[in-house]
């Protein structure tokens, strides 16, 4: 969820706390009798059965054109297929099969500085801008831009065709910030930015070695960018960047080319569709969407502990990968030591490399098959009007890619969709997810709320009327939907995709937390009780769309 830029995000290494691999303790999963059959309603109990399963070791992290994500897909559809959906997809089918390739980091990419320096792929610079032109560099002059932590001084957005842009970022800095600052250097040849050396192994290793991608056309204009390690910068630069002022031409150069490799995906990357049709005659051609996202990150290459990586982002990284990249201090790991130690006397180590993606999204998915079995159950005044369009996407964690494609190629008429409601990492937000504490995220009545009246002030107030009807009504959170704030959440979630079509769409989430996009985002750590309310609300509230006027704004073009 929220990938600013798939680069964006470090796996901040453990070494210091890590312990030596043990044995795996047992996981609290529900017992697997062979008579649990789910209820009607939507129900606590049915949600965690479902999630123990989607976010399952055996689903390897489901990353898009993987084994795991298509097995995922099948497990969605055999539950849409169960519950007697129409099928909505390619061919008479649930699936909507995205097109999709696996891009790398070309390993012949090389660099070399006027001073003869040449720098190491992977070690010294990697690439990571794979829509632009194979990029070739002949002496192309070195300018420094200034700090990212400093924007008031950063160097003027002129005067840098063809030129090679360097770019500080400070160790700590929250790296979500950097994203609204590359483009304005967009007409540079590369854009190097100095924070390689911040990325874990696994980042780097997920760079070199590939990742999903939808459109394989080149974009001229798409940003070039490259990481640089601290030392390569001043191979680069001629100095360090600290003794040099923003807006210098340093009178180096630098030349060299670097490129991205494609291949199709091992496995087919699939959107799953379904429909309930509506039950009011004159309504049921029209739709109101509930999506979720089914893939997630993979797995990484190199185990950790994963109490240690836990107790670690516990005291340093409470959001997890978006947290600002830093070691910790004497005092923290003091902290973190105390916390293991609590640990290793009930349990021995535990190695730990895939990204389950419980909440991200696998609380998303699981929400949306409940939803589906309490309509396809429901009788009389709980039967929806308007029919539901219920799509699982694939692609979100590559850049909302299933999504875009949906949207894009939509599987019933795109004017027909009256209102999208998405939902993204909304099995967590308790106050234990926030050891730091504070109003708003960690409350049990938080929940994160984006785009909801941007299209139509209709819409978003009908959700908030279904959701004030709630036993424990939740607190809509609408500061992340501010035009124009810097973290950019609007733009960043599957919900986009319809809005740009003219859709009234939202996103809910009950926010980040300290296992996002870690190893430790597993299925005993989610809060199925507020998972169930949250589901419950967003039933609610698409019934309310479903069965009121078109809501003004709601007509496409």
């Known amino acids: 969820m929220k990938r600013l830029l798939l680069t964006l995000i470090a796996v901040m290494p453990v070494n210091a706390v890590c312990q030596a691999p043990g044995s795996r303790p047992p996981r609290t999963a529900p017992p697997k009798a062979p008579g649990w059959v789910s209820e009607p309603a939507i129900t606590a109990a049915d949600l965690r059965q479902r999630l ?30 169960r519950l007697g959906l129409e099928p909505a997809g390619d061919s008479g089918t649930y699936f909507q099969k995205v097109p999709f390739w696996d891009v790398k980091v070309d390993p012949s990419s090389r660099l070399v500085t006027s001073s003869g320096t040449s720098l190491r792929l992977g070690t010294d610079f990697l690439p990571v801008s794979f829509a632009v032109p194979p990029r070739v560099l002949t002496q192309a002059p070195v300018v420094y831009a200034g700090s990212v932590a400093d924007t008031t001084n950063l160097m003027a957005p002129t005067g840098v065709a063809e030129k090679f842009v360097v770019l500080d970022v400070p160790q700590g800095f929250d790296r979500r910030a950097i994203g ?52 390569a910068a001043a191979a680069v630069l001629g100095k360090e960047p600290a003794a040099i002022a923003p807006g210098t031409a340093t009178g180096t150069t630098v030349s060299g080319q670097y490129d991205f490799t494609r291949a199709a995906v091992a496995w087919p990357a699939r959107n799953v569709v379904g429909v309930l049709r509506g039950s009011d005659p004159a309504l049921r051609t029209e739709y109101v969407s509930l999506s979720a996202h089914h893939d997630h990150v993979g797995f990484d290459h190199h185990p950790v502990d994963h109490d240690s990586l836990r ?25 973190i030591r105390a916390i293991l130690d609590s640990l290793r006397a009930i349990r021995p180590p535990r190695p730990d490399s895939i990204r389950n993606g419980a909440d ?10 409940e939803i589906a079995e309490a309509f396809a159950r429901a009788q009389g005044a709980d039967r929806p009007r308007r029919s539901i369009l219920f799509v699982s996407h694939t692609g979100e964690e590559a850049g909302l890619l299933g999504s875009r494609w949906y949207s894009d190629h939509p599987t019933v008429p795109i004017d027909s969709i009256v209102g999208e409601i998405d939902q993204d990492m909304i099995g967590r937000g308790t106050a234990s997810d926030f050891p730091r504490g504070g109003t708003g995220a960690g409350s049990p009545t938080y929940l994160e709320v984006i785009g909801a009246k941007r299209i139509s002030r209709e819409f978003g107030e009908m959700l908030e009327a279904a959701n004030a009807k709630q036993p424990v009504p939740f607190v809509f959170d609408y500061t992340y939907d501010a035009a124009g704030h810097p973290l950019q959440y609007y733009c960043r979630a ?16 009950r926010g980040e937390h300290l296992d996002y996009h870690q190893v430790t985002d597993e299925a005993q750590y989610i809060s199925y009780q507020d998972l169930a309310r949250v589901t419950q609300m967003v039933h609610d509230g698409a019934l309310a769309v479903a069965n009121a006027p078109r809501p003004a704004g709601s007509e496409t073009t």
């Open 494 to 509: 599957d919900h986009y995709s319809y809005a740009r079509y003219g859709i009234p769409s939202v996103a809910f989430s």
């Open 360 to 369: 991200d999204d696998g609380s998303g998915t699981v929400a949306i098959i």
């Open 311 to 335: 107790a670690f982002n516990r005291i340093v990284r409470p959001i997890g990968a978006d947290s600002p990249n830093r070691p910790a201090t004497d005092e923290e790991n003091a902290k």
């Open 180 to 231: 609204p600052l590359l483009g304005r250097y967009r007409d540079a040849l590369t854009i190097g930015i100095v924070a390689l050396d911040q990325l874990g192994s696994e980042q780097i290793a997920r760079i070199r070695e590939g990742r999903p991608v939808a459109d394989t056309s080149r974009n001229p204009r798409a940003l070039a960018l490259v990481w640089l390690s601290r030392q």
């Open 52 to 81: 123990f399963l989607i976010a399952d070791d055996s689903m390897m992290g489901r990353e898009t054109g993987s084994l795991g994500a298509f097995k995922a897909s099948a497990y969605v559809a055999a539950e849409f297929r």
